[in-house]
């Protein structure tokens, strides 16, 4: 069965350090690769895609992720977390037109 | 990015009612829709996968009796939770793409309560 395994229920940071969240994918094909936030009773919101081209991806706020072929892994990282970036993080696959693979999200908590 | 929108935000009913939720692509259209379930602090569920003009398809385990889906037009797809029970009570969260290579956006989300 295909999957996206974030290993990570929880992740704390203090302000002003550099925050990873891990993602690792089993998915047939060259799939599409997503990061997403949620805040509190809210829809998703799009951080940073792959699709192709250079590994390194730079998205909103400040987020970068790295993708990984040969570990199969897309890790979400930024250089110095603030407390506003505290919220639920969702890595996810797409080889099918639309049609999400999520991982079970990581909650990012980011003290003062 | 692209907008989708969803509504309601909330909404209280009483077991046993129907509730509709609707998710509205505003500044593109979008042949096929996709609606989630999610659970506190859980992943999101793929319920059905909905597709203009023509019947949805649901994922594994998902009762299309009760959870019905129209997608009448290419920017509204709707999801009627029909004789809702409170285990029916979620978040609900619908989503849509542009085209095939970009991203999905994601509507607000709607949390039904079912008393």
């Known amino acids: 069965a295909q999957s996206v395994a974030q290993p990570e229920d929880q992740v704390n940071v203090a302000e002003g350090n550099p925050l990873t969240v891990k993602c690792t994918y089993s998915?047939?094909?060259?799939?599409?690769l997503f990061w997403y936030v949620q805040y509190p009773n809210r829809g998703l919101q799009f951080l940073l895609k792959?699709?192709?081209?250079?590994?390194l991806v730079k998205g909103s706020y400040g987020f970068e992720a790295e993708f990984n072929k040969s570990q199969t892994s897309f890790h979400l990282k930024k250089p110095s977390a603030l407390v506003s970036d505290s919220a639920l993080y969702f890595c996810?696959?797409?080889?099918?037109?639309?049609?999400?693979?999520f991982g079970q999200g990581t909650e990012l908590s980011v003290k003062p | 990015g692209a907008v989708v929108s969803q509504h309601p935000s909330r909404v209280i009913c009483k077991s046993g009612t129907s509730v509709k939720i609707e998710c509205r692509s505003l500044?593109?259209?979008?042949?096929?829709m996709f609606w989630y379930r999610q659970f506190p602090k859980k992943s999101l569920m793929l319920m059905a996968t909905?597709?203009?003009?023509?019947?949805?398809?649901?994922e594994q385990g998902v009762e299309k009796d009760k959870f019905l889906i129209n997608h009448a037009s290419l920017t509204l797809s709707t999801l009627t939770v029909t004789s809702a029970h409170p285990e029916d009570s979620s978040f609900y969260i619908c989503?849509?793409?542009?085209?095939?290579?970009?991203?999905?956006?994601f509507g607000q989300g709607t949390r039904l309560t079912v008393v």
């Open positions: 989503s849509a793409s542009p085209s095939t290579n970009t991203e999905a956006f």
């Open positions: 998915v047939s094909g060259n799939p599409y």
């Open positions: 792959y699709i192709t081209g250079d590994n």
């Open positions: 996810a696959a797409d080889n099918q037109g639309g049609k999400l693979i």
């Open positions: 500044d593109f259209q979008a042949t096929t």
């Open positions: 909905s597709n203009e003009g023509s019947k949805a398809t649901y």
